[in-house]
């Protein structure tokens, strides 16, 4: 079964700093997508950013960008610039194939990011 | 202009009693799951339908019993709630892409924080 670990319960940055947030997986699937969501205060899941994992290519999305290693199974995620906005849960995610047509999403256990003024 | 959309938002009962979370999405999505996220924060599915068929059900007590009257709505009916269901119920909803494995991106509803006295 696949599993998503995330290493970190809490970290804390201060503003207009760089933070990374760690991720690991395991999975013996080829194909499969990683996904960093957000959960602020207000509870919302909020999508910060996906990888394929076919491409080599690290994913962007403005202040935040991933550095996907495949072969170590490792998925983290850098906050440029940190904005007090970005203090919030996030999670990492796998998405595995379910047959048929939907896939789920497994999560892990969230970082705890506090940005600090 | 909500994408999922969920109601109530919170969700107060006593233990024993019979209750119903219901999520819309206008997205056109043909895919819709039920998440479950616990006191500790973690997220886990438990259910996903598509075209108003269950695909997902992942080992959840048969209390438990989504319904999925169209494509556009799920919704999630609980009989005899315990103590245990307390947590936060998260809908989301993607599109399938219909190919070996969907890259598409699964959109989250607002939650429902259910809390069982």
């Known amino acids: 079964a696949q599993t998503v670990t995330q290493s970190q319960p809490e970290m804390s940055v201060q503003e207009a700093e760089t933070v990374t947030l760690s991720c690991t997986y395991d999975?013996?699937?080829?194909?499969?997508?990683l996904f960093w969501y957000k959960q602020p205060p207000s509870r919302q899941m909020i999508l910060v950013i996906r990888?394929?994992?076919?491409?080599?290519q690290n994913a962007t999305e403005n202040r935040f960008s991933v550095n996907f290693q495949k072969a170590a199974k490792s998925f983290s995620l850098k906050i440029s610039d940190s904005q007090l906005g970005d203090t919030a849960m996030y999670f990492c995610?796998?998405?595995?194939?379910?047959?048929?047509?939907?896939?789920?999403?497994?999560f892990g256990t969230g970082t705890l990011l506090a940005v600090q003024p | 202009d909500t994408a999922v959309s969920q109601t109530p938002k919170y969700l107060v009962t006593q233990m024993g009693n019979d209750k119903s979370i219901k999520c819309e999405q206008n997205?056109?999505?043909?895919?819709m799951y039920w998440y479950k996220q616990d006191s500790k924060k973690f997220l886990k599915i438990m259910f996903s339908?598509?075209?108003?068929?269950?695909?997902i059900n992942e080992t959840v007590p048969n209390r438990f019993s989504p319904k999925s009257p169209d494509k556009a709505h799920l919704n999630l009916h609980i009989n005899s709630l315990e103590l245990g269901d307390s947590a936060v119920y998260f809908c989301?909803?993607?599109?399938?892409?219909?190919?070996?494995?969907?890259?598409?991106?699964?959109?989250f509803g607002p939650g429902t924080r259910l809390t069982v006295l």
């Open positions: 989301a909803s993607s599109q399938d892409g219909g190919g070996p494995i969907s890259s598409d991106t699964q959109y």
């Open positions: 999975t013996s699937e080829n194909n499969y997508y």
């Open positions: 990888q394929e994992a076919y491409k080599q």
């Open positions: 995610a796998f998405m595995k194939h379910y047959g048929g047509a939907t896939n789920k999403l497994i």
């Open positions: 997205l056109g999505h043909d895919t």
């Open positions: 339908y598509n075209n108003k068929e269950l695909i």
